[in-house]
């Protein structure tokens, strides 16, 4: 069965530092997702890609967070000088079309935890 | 703001027992709600409801929107230990994934 693959499954880095979370959507669909997870909190949608460019992004996604589709395969959330409230779990998901994006597929996640 | 609130936040049952969780829902141009399961990382689909008042079944795990109280219940009957997990609720309102608002979600866990 086809499936959305994150790595790394988990990151502990310094405040201040940059991270690259990196994500396989899986191979015919077109519009990729990034969520975010705090511990205890609602999964927060961050950002929406299709067609190489942003589609949506919402006011957690500021300049701190970038998206980047370097290659045919790879989606990937670049998050620059991290704070130690960026630490939560990162949910990437893709769909193959916008009207399925309800049936969006979720990988499983990057933990990341910032000290 | 849209909002999306699922009770109880927390649920222990023992095997076999029914479950019923609780999704209230306000969002903008509402289209849809969906359940999702959250084991371990990922949340899974599972349903998406559109129609008041229309149940949606898969095995032991049912559905049903009330789009008149904003309301929305998922019932799970003779729950088993692989039952436990998170249960997510969203509402949708069009546009990719990034129209979907999700619920703290329940945490359930089912006893032997």
């Known amino acids: 069965e086809p499936e959305v693959t994150q790595t790394p499954s988990h990151q502990v880095t310094q405040m201040g530092q940059e991270v690259i979370l990196r994500c396989v959507p899986i191979?015919?669909?077109?519009?990729f997702y990034w969520y975010r997870q705090i511990l205890g909190q609602k999964v927060e949608f961050l950002v929406s890609?299709?067609?190489?460019?942003?589609?949506?992004k919402s006011e957690i996604f500021d300049d701190q967070f970038s998206v980047e589709r370097p290659d045919g395969s790879n989606f990937t959330l670049k998050i620059r000088s991290t704070k130690l409230e960026d630490s939560a779990m990162y949910f990437c998901?893709?769909?193959?079309?916008?009207?399925?994006?309800?049936?969006?597929?979720f990988g499983q996640g990057t933990r990341l935890t910032v000290v | 703001e849209d909002k999306v609130v699922q009770s109880p936040l927390s649920l222990v049952v023992h095997e076999g027992d029914t479950v019923t969780l609780n999704c209230s829902y306000e969002?903008?141009?509402?289209?849809?709600l969906l359940w999702y399961k959250q084991e371990k990382k990922a949340p899974t689909f599972l349903f998406m409801l559109?129609?008041?008042?229309i149940e949606k079944k898969s095995g032991r795990l049912s559905s049903i929107l009330d789009k008149k109280e904003l309301f929305s219940i998922l019932n799970i009957t003779a729950t088993q230990t692989g039952d436990s997990a998170v249960y997510l609720c969203?509402?949708?309102?069009?546009?990719?994934?990034?129209?979907?608002?999700f619920g703290k979600g329940t945490h359930l866990i089912i006893q032997p």
């Open positions: 998901a893709s769909s193959e079309a916008l009207s399925r994006a309800t049936e969006a597929f």
């Open positions: 191979s015919n669909h077109l519009y």
């Open positions: 890609f299709y067609n190489n460019e942003i589609s949506e």
């Open positions: 969002v903008t141009n509402f289209r849809s």
């Open positions: 559109t129609s008041s008042g």
């Open positions: 969203a509402g949708y309102s069009g546009g990719g994934a990034d129209g979907l608002t």
